[in-house]
């Protein structure tokens, strides 16, 4: 089984569109083809970390059954599905986990290869030295980032950074063996 990283679809949002640029002509069009995306590179088996603002615009009154349907485009129901709350999912957590999500965490941290990283929406999050981070919300602010005094190496898998696709763990192995921070261990 792969693991993949993704960040800040947005799904459903209009206004990101403009916000940050997006080649697609309507909604819709971004939803198709960013599911589209998503099902070419990632197979039915392979465990899936979505790093915050899947949907975006999101009121308390945002229907869950639109989540729901969403993830079921998406194979939910076929290959685990990991969330990391962003600043906008606002849906409950169980809202999330009955849209088939397996885990819903404000933060979580994993291991790739023999190095512990952790997975966060905000950048911000990463505050001790030596850290290793996967994050989201910054769109296009910046795609790894290496903080040499604090020596934290930060990657980041926002949709808009990466192609609109996920970022498979070898894809982000790789980047830790070209990084600076890789150079410092």
């Given at each position: 089984?792969?693991?993949?990283?993704?960040?800040?679809?947005?799904?459903?949002?209009?206004?990101?569109?403009?916000?940050?640029?997006?080649?697609?002509?309507?909604?819709?069009?971004?939803?198709?083809?960013?599911?589209?995306?998503?099902?070419?590179?990632?197979?039915?088996?392979?465990?899936?970390?979505?790093?915050?603002?899947?949907?975006?615009?999101?009121?308390?009154?945002?229907?869950?059954?639109?989540?729901?349907?969403?993830?079921?485009?998406?194979?939910?129901?076929?290959?685990?599905?990991?969330?990391?709350?962003?600043?906008?999912?606002?849906?409950?957590?169980?809202?999330?986990?009955?849209?088939?999500?397996?885990?819903?965490?404000?933060?979580?941290?994993?291991?790739?290869?023999?190095?512990?990283?952790?997975?966060?929406?905000?950048?911000?999050?990463?505050?001790?030295?030596?850290?290793?981070?996967?994050?989201?919300?910054?769109?296009?602010?910046?795609?790894?980032?290496?903080?040499?005094?604090?020596?934290?190496?930060t990657i980041n898998v926002g949709v808009e950074a990466r192609g609109y696709e996920p970022v498979?763990?070898?894809?982000?192995?790789?980047?830790?063996?070209?990084?600076?921070?890789?150079?410092?261990?």
């Amino acid at each position: 089984m792969l693991r993949y990283f993704t960040s800040d679809q947005h799904f459903f949002d209009s206004d990101i569109m403009s916000y940050c640029d997006r080649p697609y002509g309507s909604v819709g069009e971004m939803n198709d083809d960013m599911v589209a995306r998503f099902l070419a590179k990632t197979e039915d088996a392979d465990e899936v970390f979505i790093l915050g603002d899947i949907f975006g615009s999101c009121q308390p009154e945002f229907p869950s059954a639109t989540c729901e349907g969403i993830m079921e485009k998406l194979g939910v129901r076929k290959r685990p599905f990991h969330l990391v709350l962003g600043n906008h999912d606002t849906l409950e957590p169980r809202e999330y986990l009955a849209a088939g999500f397996v885990t819903v965490k404000a933060q979580d941290f994993i291991t790739i290869g023999e190095l512990n990283v952790m997975l966060t929406h905000d950048p911000c999050m990463v505050q001790q030295s030596g850290t290793l981070a996967i994050c989201g919300h910054i769109h296009t602010l910046f795609e790894e980032n290496w903080q040499p005094a604090r020596n934290t190496f930060t990657i980041n898998v926002g949709v808009e950074a990466r192609g609109y696709e996920p970022v498979s763990e070898a894809e982000i192995i790789a980047l830790i063996q070209d990084s600076p921070y890789r150079r410092q261990l």
